[in-house]
């Protein structure tokens, strides 16, 4: 998240809200799912800057940071991807690898864990899987998702 928090939906106030409040929830719930969120901390010129939907943006981080979820700064696309791969790299081998497995083996009971937990993600928003993801961390470019869901 930038400096633009949204369009308003049904349930919330922007779409990523309204997805943010549905991971939440259920992240309270079943105990088996963790948030991470980053936002873009970039430098911008202050002349295309919204005020309105800057506090928005501000406001949403403060609640995120409240409700103790996994969050990062970041400054454009390319920290971002580095980011993003470190992260999930230090998540999964904290919590679901074992030390004495090898590398290879690390990699691919990763690889399968974050495609379940993606899927898993994603089925709050369609009620059906909709992606397949090789491991994040080997890819150059990290590929986008559309999400759609429901109140």
């Not at 309270?28 to 911008?44: C, S, T, V």
């Amino acid at each position: 998240m930038y400096t633009k928090f949204g369009t308003p939906t049904e349930c919330a106030e922007s779409g990523t809200e309204e997805e943010f409040n549905i991971a939440y929830e259920r992240a309270f719930q079943q105990k088996n799912m963790e948030i991470m969120f980053y936002f873009n901390d970039a430098a911008l010129n202050p002349s295309k800057l919204d005020i309105e939907q800057y506090q928005k943006v501000q406001n949403f981080r403060n609640n995120v940071v409240q409700q103790k979820c996994m969050y990062s700064m970041y400054s454009g696309i390319q920290d971002f991807e580095e980011k993003l791969r470190k992260h999930l790299n230090l998540y999964f081998n904290q919590h679901y690898l074992s030390t004495d497995k090898g590398t290879a083996e690390k990699m691919t009971r990763t690889s399968f864990i974050l495609e379940e937990r993606l899927n898993s993600a994603l089925q709050l928003f369609s009620g059906k899987p909709r992606i397949w993801i090789d491991p994040i961390w080997l890819k150059p470019k990290l590929r986008w998702m559309e999400f759609s869901g429901k109140c």
